[in-house]
């Protein structure tokens, strides 16, 4: 028999001799390098899990390591890529870091295995292999440096021929053998002493054996669940996770807003959080020799050939098999299954707040129109400011015609003189506090104002509620400071609301993403993740829309591809200094602007009155020449191409490409040329409240109103329906059909016609459904993954489906049939769960 005394000289034995028959083998660093040497390029990896060309890949990854932004080459390297679009741009950026990150941590792992003298061809092999970090992690278990452990202790005692004896001769007595090994000088002053550290040694291997840990992991994941209850005392201070005091639900079905809302309930102390690796599981745990082995026990005796056989040391084996997973296995696993919940509730998190902050980006703009911006509230009263059709700021005023001021003649005055003063087409009445009085204010104003005017005069004025999700956070910012250095804070409020109507995405570049707030549980979440992936949102809205160079601001011009801040700065100090730029080349006269910038940047900046037609389009100032042969080949000038679809639809992309430019680009231009300057944002148009709905009483069952989308969230959408309070859509009464992200119906800022379902006074709740002829306190409600049903009252159910009992609760998740509860996002999503009546 081979004695191995100790885990690692066992694996060197299973998995081969140590590779010494490579040169390097002396040096770790060089061991190293060789092995990462056979893996395949990243390219070739990103390539087979995206099932694109590798020659696609390659292009793209060369052109985003040599500083190309994901909108340049989506929209100017057509031919490189392939066609790759944003979308799958970003998804290869992802997961090439990734394989990045996963290639550095293997150098580490192969260096640190091979300095110890223990890095086998068989491991190497095993290591080059991994195809996650979690199964790298695995394989390092057993040599990974660590503090003194049992199993080590045992060994240096010299228990590692027991533990060795005991699992390949299980016919071996364990007291009788344990016995043989009592050695006071040693530490071992009895058998049981013995027995227990060869057991410690057991438990040691089973749980560093990479493949049953993967095993066991995955095992774990789909059959197990997580429970919740709530902790002693807790039930009045903790009451907003309610539904969590008892809960339980599998892993795999587990929602990310229900997720994170149970880890936030756990870090307030108020829910017990449990991982059970299946039914029944955790209750055994207190008498565990009274029942059958589990199936994980079961998969660790069988990968070691442990058998109840009658043999004197099976008894003994199938202890320490069932010590080993109720003592390390099972809380090992459970920690990594944790994370598991945790990433991909925070992946979910964060696809939903970028998908809300994309739409709120994208959202129509009013246009160039002079516009009146109302900070609604009441005790400080009514912020005013007016701005041009530019934005720039003309006028500002407070007043106060809410309590307890109640000034209401003096303030309409004030804002009809406004009106007049400025030429004022739009008004824009932020949706925070004292909202809905001011826009009743506004629409007494604008009824005054229209019978006053002569017929048609007025026709032009309108009103129109907008979010002010993160106003404060810009009028507190550095850069409002700089802008209007003299303005009080709370007045800069009013000018941000002002302009966000007339252009959503220029003003809400001037604010952090993450503090528009418009995500679910955004402060539970990994911040680094939530930037990256809010920035990239930004990025690729600004770059899809354009920005005309000779008015946006330094933050705007900061997101265009190829523009960093002080570039951006750079900019709007040559064109104070110098005036507005006039060609698109003129940009390269611009402080530390080089070629490389200028060609990144080029496409997305515009010159809506330049010299040269095409500064104003989306045509890339190098494929002019293309252009020009267009021209030639028409005989007309630029102009008379322009909004010319017949002519240019005639004609055909291949006739005009070249060795540089190929179809999809030439395409690109033809469709550029039909509509130059095209904004891909949505055409501009208001919701408008119903006349005498100004809060929660004066809604009714079956009412049928408009309104706006404030929030999207995964289990429902919020409405703003004009009374104060936030209704909720529940996924279920969105569609007749199924839905599985709320997204697929309806986008934040869109407007929507809503039927009243339920209205709980008492505890400010509103159920509202977008299909219109679904009737008003239908118990009902479309099936849903998981449960009974999610109808209820509204779109909650008695079921145990998403939703609870009315319109999805705090979270909009259910559970057991009680409506849901577990906290809430942050910023505008915060906004919309308090006026919803769910905070």
């Known amino acids: 028999m081979t004695v191995s005394d100790t885990p690692e000289t066992k694996h060197t034995a299973a998995m081969g001799a140590p590779a010494t028959h490579d040169p390097a083998a002396g040096d770790p660093a060089a061991q190293a390098s060789a092995a990462l040497g056979r893996l395949p390029a990243v390219t070739v990896r990103v390539a087979g899990e995206l099932g694109v060309a590798e020659s696609r890949v390659a292009a793209a990854v060369a052109l985003l390591d040599d500083g190309a932004t994901v909108p340049f080459v989506a929209r100017y390297r057509k031919e490189a890529t392939g066609g790759l679009d ?69 060994r240096k005692a010299g228990l590692g021929p027991l533990a060795e004896l005991l699992l390949t001769e299980p016919d071996t007595d364990p007291d009788t053998a344990g016995a043989r090994y009592v050695d006071a000088d040693k530490g071992v002053d009895a058998a049981a002493a013995a027995l227990a550290g060869a057991r410690a040694i057991l438990v040691e291997r089973f749980a560093e054996d990479a493949d049953l840990v993967g095993e066991l992991r995955e095992t774990m994941w789909g059959r197990g669940r997580l429970s919740t209850a709530v902790r002693d005392g807790q039930e009045t201070a903790g009451a907003k996770f309610s539904d969590y005091f008892e809960f339980s639900e599998p892993f795999t079905t587990l929602p990310s807003h ?58 003994w084996l199938a202890d320490t098999v069932r010590w080993a997973w109720r003592t390390k296995l099972m809380l090992s696993l459970g920690i990594d299954l944790r994370l598991r919940l945790r990433q991909n509730a925070e992946s979910a ?54 309590p307890p001021q109640r000034r209401h003649d003096q303030a309409v005055a004030a804002l009809a003189a406004l009106i007049d003063k400025h030429g004022v087409q739009l ?49 507190a910012s550095e ?29 809400l570049v001037k604010i952090e993403p993450k503090s528009i707030g418009v995500g679910q549980y955004q402060h539970d979440v990994s911040e680094t993740k939530l930037a990256r992936s809010l920035d990239a949102v930004v990025e690729d809205a600004v770059n899809a829309v354009g920005v005309d160079v000779n008015t ?37 006269d611009v402080a530390r602007l080089g070629p490389k910038a200028f060609e990144q940047c080029a496409g997305f900046l515009r010159i809506p009155a330049g010299t040269d037609p095409l500064d104003a389009s989306a045509v890339h100032p190098e494929a002019y020449p293309v252009v020009r042969r267009i021209i030639e080949a028409t005989g007309h000038d630029v102009p008379g191409l322009m909004g010319r679809s017949a002519l240019l639809r005639g004609l055909r992309p291949q006739d005009f490409a070249d060795e540089r430019f190929g179809v999809p680009t ?39 109103l408009e309104g706006v989308v404030t929030n999207v969230a995964a289990f429902g959408a919020f409405i703003d329906v004009g009374v104060h309070q936030d209704g909720l859509v529940h996924v279920s009464a969105m569609s007749d059909r199924f839905v599985s992200d709320p997204h697929e119906v309806v986008s934040s800022g869109q407007v929507v016609k809503v039927k009243v379902l339920d209205v709980d006074e008492q505890r400010s709740r509103i159920s509202l459904t977008l299909r219109l002829d679904d009737e008003s306190g239908s118990r009902g409600g479309a099936r849903t993954p998981g449960g009974k049903g999610a109808g209820g009252k509204g779109a909650g159910g008695k079921g145990k489906g998403d939703g609870g009992k009315r319109a999805g609760g705090r979270d909009g998740s259910g559970g057991r049939g009680k409506r849901s509860a577990g906290g809430d996002g942050g910023g505008a999503m915060a906004d919309a769960l308090r006026r919803a009546g769910l905070r």
């Not at 998190?349 to 809300?356: E, G, K």
């Not at 994309?358 to 129509?364: F, H, I, S």
């Not at 932020?430 to 007025?458: C, F, M, P, Y």
């Open 258 to 315: 229900r997720i994170l809302a149970v880890f936030r309930g756990e870090k307030e102390e108020v829910l017990r959080v449990t991982l059970d690796p299946e039914p029944g599981e955790a209750d055994a745990a207190a008498d565990p020799a009274a029942r059958p082995a589990s199936v994980y026990e079961t998969a660790i005796a069988a990968r070691f050939g442990i058998a109840s056989r009658g043999r004197a040391a099976d008894g």
């Open 552 to 588: 946006a601001s330094a933050p705007l011009l900061r997101r265009v591809s190829g523009i960093a801040t002080t570039l951006a700065e750079n900019i709007v100090a040559h064109r104070e200094a110098h005036g507005p730029f006039s060609t698109r080349k003129e940009i390269l």
């Open 86 to 154: 944003d979308t799958e741009l970003r998804r290869l950026d992802e997961r090439l870091r990734y394989l990045r990150e996963l290639d550095e941590r293997r150098a580490v792992v192969l260096e640190s295995i091979a300095s110890q003298g223990k890095l086998t061809a068989a491991l190497q092999d095993s290591i080059v292999a991994a195809d996650s970090k979690s199964r790298l992690e695995d394989i390092y278990l057993p040599y990974k440096p660590k503090r003194r452990t049992k199993a080590q202790i045992a």
């Open 349 to 402: 998190a964060v696809d939903v707040f970028a998908q809300n902050l994309k739409d709120l980006l994208l959202a129509a703009p009013a246009g160039n129109h002079a516009t009146m911006g109302l900070d609604p509230g009441f005790r400080t009263g009514v912020k005013v400011a007016v701005v041009d059709g530019t934005g720039k700021l003309l006028e500002t005023a407070t007043v106060y015609p809410h």
């Open 666 to 704: 030439v395409t690109d231009i033809l469709a550029e040329l039909e509509k130059p300057g095209r904004d891909p944002r949505p055409e501009f148009v208001t919701a408008s409240f119903a006349e005498g709905v100004e809060k929660i009483t004066d809604l009714r069952s079956g009412m049928v």
């Open 427 to 475: 008004i824009a009445i932020g949706n925070g506090t004292a909202s809905r009085e001011t826009d009743v204010l506004a629409a007494e104003l604008l009824a005054g104002i229209h019978a006053r005017a002569k017929a048609g005069d007025a026709a032009h004025l309108r009103k129109v509620v907008v979010s002010e999700a993160g106003a404060s956070v810009y009028s």
């Open 479 to 507: 850069y409002a400071a700089r802008e209007f250095p003299g303005l009080d804070v709370s007045l800069r409020g009013a000018v941000s609301i002002a302009r966000r109507l007339q252009d959503p995405l220029a003003e």
